[in-house]
């Protein structure tokens, strides 16, 4: 089955350590999204890319960055990794981008907790 | 600034029954909105959406109604089964498409009991 898939699904790391979440897709969609959800809350867009074009959400902090270095994968790293980070973190991808009606396809998320 | 609210944290439907899960919103340019279905451990599933054009939207069980002039939708399952048993997102975008910046609700937790 054609999906989103999301590595590791738990990711523990240290105060200030530097983490990289993954996603990768088989639906070879061009636009690729990643979400923070904390606790209780709605999930909340940091970035996208549509194809190799990155776009920034003006309150996502400097901390987190993003590379997507083909179709298939998309990278989210967080450098110094702050208590306030720990959350879920969720990946997604839609086909078209502007114009297109397609739904966002979602991975089933990494939780990262920070020590 | 929660611009997508469900009020409701949680709904408790016995079987067969109707669920009606509402959500309402303050910025009036969205104007594309959706309902994913969550499962605990699995992210967001797509479950509908509406363009704001129309008022209604039907897929099976599922109907999804907009009042834009209210700045409310919602959403029915009926008969509601106790598989449909997740919690309920409703989101929205502007562009008139499903591409861009989705901005959700928090959330209802939705119990059909047998």
């Known amino acids: 089955d054609a999906m989103v898939i999301q590595n590791p699904r738990y990711q523990v790391t240290q105060f200030g350590k530097p983490v990289t979440l993954s996603c990768s897709q088989t639906?070879?969609?061009?636009?690729m999204y990643w979400y923070q959800q904390k606790s209780s809350q709605a999930p909340k867009l940091l970035f996208h890319?549509?194809?190799?074009?990155?776009?920034n959400e003006a309150d996502t902090p400097d901390n987190f960055q993003s590379r997507r270095p083909n179709t298939s994968f998309c990278f989210l790293d967080i450098r110094s990794p702050g208590l306030g980070d720990a959350a879920m973190y969720l990946c997604?991808?839609?086909?078209?981008?502007?114009?297109?009606?397609?739904?966002?396809?979602f991975g089933d998320g990494t939780r990262l907790s920070i020590l | 600034d929660q611009q997508v609210k469900q009020n409701s944290p949680s709904l408790s439907v016995q079987e067969g029954r109707i669920s009606i899960l509402n959500c309402d919103y303050t910025?009036?340019?969205?104007?594309?909105f959706l309902w994913y279905k969550k499962y605990p451990a699995e992210g967001p599933t797509f479950l509908i959406s509406?363009?704001?054009?129309?008022d209604k939207n039907e897929d099976g069980r599922f109907t999804v109604f907009l009042n834009k002039s209210a700045k409310h939708l919602s959403l029915h399952i009926v008969p509601s089964q106790p598989g449909d048993s997740a919690v309920y997102f409703c989101?929205?975008?502007?562009?008139?498409?499903?591409?861009?910046?989705?901005?959700f609700g928090q959330g209802t937790i939705l119990t059909v009991h047998p």
């Open positions: 997604a991808t839609s086909s078209g981008g502007p114009g297109s009606n397609q739904p966002q396809h």
């Open positions: 910025n009036s340019m969205f104007d594309y």
């Open positions: 509406i363009s704001s054009i129309k």
């Open positions: 890319y549509y194809d190799k074009d990155f776009n």
């Open positions: 639906l070879n969609h061009n636009v």
């Open positions: 989101a929205a975008l502007t562009g008139g498409t499903s591409y861009g910046k989705l901005t």
